[in-house]
């Protein structure tokens, strides 16, 4: 909810950063138009930090989440299903080539190919990352990523109550900062069920719980108005 706040220090930078941290800069660009659903900007900034040996893993990150779901839009809705976003084969490949990439710095790639599987939204994909993701939750019961993407996939494959208890177990614990982004779609996705299925009164609840710790969540405004 600070995206203008951030421009502000992003300009200061801007005209003072020096050669050895043009990556950094790069990458606080790169995370801004992110936020502020410019895809194409935040790719373009990226590319050039995502070489960085400090901020390439982060940059990697991101850049397969925006060609994958580039204006951050729900994959699945409960209360209305041509809501869901749809990627096209050319984002796909961009990030699947991304992913290797990343895998071979080292960094566990399981969840986002699991992102990348569930985004084809294809039958068997699906159910190749149901199994993926549940062996990992089987490792950690409160592992929130794979906890919510298992959820989605097992909303996509007709489970709605087994994604309903997945996604009410995520609500049961702790926030997590470093999960931020996992909490607001666990939230969104229960909220849209709920409403879905005329429980107002609890998706208030959690949209109001959204606002509350980020001010520009446009998708739980929208929600907030059904």
């Excluded at 982004?181 to 666990?186: I, R």
């Amino acid at each position: 909810g600070k995206t203008e706040e951030a421009h502000n220090y992003i300009d200061i930078a801007e005209k003072n950063a020096i050669r050895s941290n043009e990556a950094g800069l790069a990458y606080a660009k790169g995370l801004y138009y992110r936020y502020t659903s410019e895809p194409q900007k935040a790719l373009k900034e990226l590319n050039r930090s995502r070489f960085d040996s400090f901020y390439g893993v982060e940059s990697l990150i991101l850049m397969i989440q925006i060609y994958l779901n580039p204006h951050d839009e729900i994959i699945y809705s409960a209360k209305d299903k041509d809501a869901v976003y749809k990627t096209s084969p050319e984002n796909m490949k961009a990030a699947d080539t991304l992913i290797k990439e990343l895998a071979m710095k080292e960094y566990d790639t399981t969840i986002l190919e699991c992102y990348g599987m569930i985004h084809t939204q294809k039958k068997e994909y699906i159910q190749k990352a149901t199994k993926m993701l549940q062996d990992l939750v089987n490792s950690n019961t409160e592992y929130i990523p794979a906890l919510l993407w298992l959820a989605i996939c097992k909303f996509m494959s007709k489970k709605q109550s087994d994604a309903k208890s997945l996604l009410e177990k995520i609500d049961s614990i702790n926030y997590l900062p470093e999960f931020s982004e996992e909490f607001e779609t666990a939230w969104l996705l229960l909220a849209d069920y709920y409403i879905a299925n005329s429980k107002t009164d609890s998706a208030e609840q959690l949209l109001a719980k959204c606002l509350q710790l980020n001010k520009s969540l446009v998708k739980a405004e929208e929600l907030m108005g059904v």
